[in-house]
C-alpha cells in the first residue's frame, strides 16, 4: 500500500490578522505526503529539496515527519514561496514565487528513476501540472500505469502561475486524463473555463476520462464522488470552530485516498459503499483540518475517533 508523491515544497508566508507573517511549511503534493504518512501509510515524496535554508527545513521536517526521502535528491534552486492571504472567510488567495524553483527540478528519466518499484500510487498536482512538466509527468505515467501503479491528480489551480494561461489549461487537460482519480473544486473548474453548475461541470470532465473516479469539492456544499455508474453527495461536517481553510483539500483528498487504499477500493470489486465511506473519511479529516491553523492533518485514528461522535 505504498505510495509515492511528486510536486510543490514550498513555505506559506500567511498573513496574521495583524499584519504579521507567519512561515508555514506546506504546498499541496508536499501536504499530501504529510497526511499520508499520518494515515499510516508509507510515502517517499520524490520531488527535490533545495539545499538553500528553506529546503533544508523542509528536508529536516520531511525526514522528522517519516516521509521517505530519495538519497541525494536535492537541487541548487531556489525553494518556492507562497503569500497566502486569508479574506474573512477564512478561504485563502495565493501570490506565488514560482520561477526557477527546486521542486520540478527533474527530468523524465530522473523522476521515473526516483520513484519506488513497489507503489500502488501515484500521486501529483497542483503546481506541477504546468507546461514545462507536461513531457516529464506523460513519460511517467505511461511508464507507471504499464506497471499497473494507479495515479491520483489533484487540479487544485491557481491564478497567475504561469503567464500563458491557455497553455496551462491544456497541461491540466492533458495530464488529468491519466489519471485514476482526479480531485477537482468548484473553483477550478471555472479556473480551467468552465461555467454553469459545477457538478454539470465536472460531469464533462468525467466523460474525458477512462474508467477514473472524480471528487468534486464545493467548500462548504461538501463533496460528490462521480463514477460513470453513480454519483454520491455528502455534506461536510461541521466544525466546532473554525480557524482557516489552509490545507483542507489536501487533507481531504489524502485522507479518502488513504482510506480508499485501505479498503481495497482499487479492487476490480469495488463497490459504491467503499468509495461513500472513503469519502466520509476525507470530509472528517478535513474537517479536524479546519479547527487548526495552516494545514495539520490529523492522524487515521483521530478521524476514527471523530466519525465515532457523528
Known amino acids: 500500500m505504498a505510495v509515492a508523491v ?10 496574521a490578522p495583524a499584519g504579521d507573517i507567519i512561515a508555514c511549511i506546506g504546498g499541496s503534493p508536499f501536504n499530501v505526503a504529510r497526511s499520508f504518512v499520518r494515515q499510516g501509510v508509507p510515502c517517499t515524496y520524490v520531488a527535490p529539496f533545495s539545499t538553500d535554508r528553506y529546503g533544508q527545513k523542509l528536508f529536516d521536517y520531511a525526514q522528522a ?30 501570490n506565488l514565487y514560482r520561477s526557477q524553483v527546486a ?12 520513484i519506488p518499484e ?25 511508464a507507471l500505469k ?42 477550478d473548474l471555472s ?29 462548504a456544499d461538501g463533496a460528490t464522488v462521480m463514477t460513470h455508474d453513480y454519483h454520491s453527495h455528502l455534506p461536510v461536517y461541521a466544525p466546532e470552530k473554525f480557524i ?13 485516498l488513504s482510506e480508499y487504499l485501505r479498503l481495497g477500493g482499487f479492487s476490480n470489486d469495488a463497490s459504491e459503499k467503499t468509495t461513500i465511506a472513503a469519502l466520509r473519511f476525507g470530509l472528517m479529516a478535513a474537517t479536524i483540518n479546519v ?16 466519525l465515532q461522535t457523528v
Open 244 to 256: 482557516d481553510a489552509v490545507g483542507a483539500g489536501d487533507t481531504f483528498f489524502s485522507a479518502f
Open 191 to 219: 479556473l480551467l473555463g468552465e461555467s454553469g453548475n459545477p457538478l454539470d461541470a465536472a460531469n464533462r470532465l468525467l466523460s474525458r476520462l477512462n474508467n477514473a473516479i472524480v471528487l468534486l469539492t464545493e467548500g
Open 103 to 114: 521542486d520540478l527540478d527533474v527530468d523524465p528519466a530522473k523522476l521515473l528513476g526516483l
Open 6 to 15: 511528486f510536486g510543490e515544497a514550498l513555505f506559506d508566508l500567511i498573513e
Open 146 to 187: 504499464n506497471k499497473g501503479v494507479k495515479i491520483s491528480v489533484d487540479v487544485n489551480m491557481r491564478k497567475g502561475v504561469v503567464q500563458d494561461n491557455q497553455a496551462y489549461i491544456d497541461a491540466v487537460n492533458t495530464l488529468v486524463t491519466y489519471a485514476d482519480i482526479v480531485k477537482v473544486s468548484d473553483e
Open 118 to 142: 513497489d507503489i500502488t500510487l501515484f500521486h501529483t498536482g497542483s503546481l506541477a501540472l504546468v507546461p514545462s512538466m507536461v513531457e516529464t509527468l506523460e513519460y511517467t505515467f505511461k
Open 65 to 94: 515527519e517519516g516521509i521517505q526521502l530519495p538519497p541525494g535528491n536535492r537541487s541548487e534552486l531556489l525553494t518556492s514561496l507562497a503569500l497566502v492571504y486569508t479574506d474573512e472567510s477564512g478561504q485563502p488567495d495565493y
Open 291 to 306: 479547527q487548526r491553523k495552516g494545514c495539520q492533518p490529523p492522524a487515521a485514528a483521530e478521524v476514527r475517533k471523530a
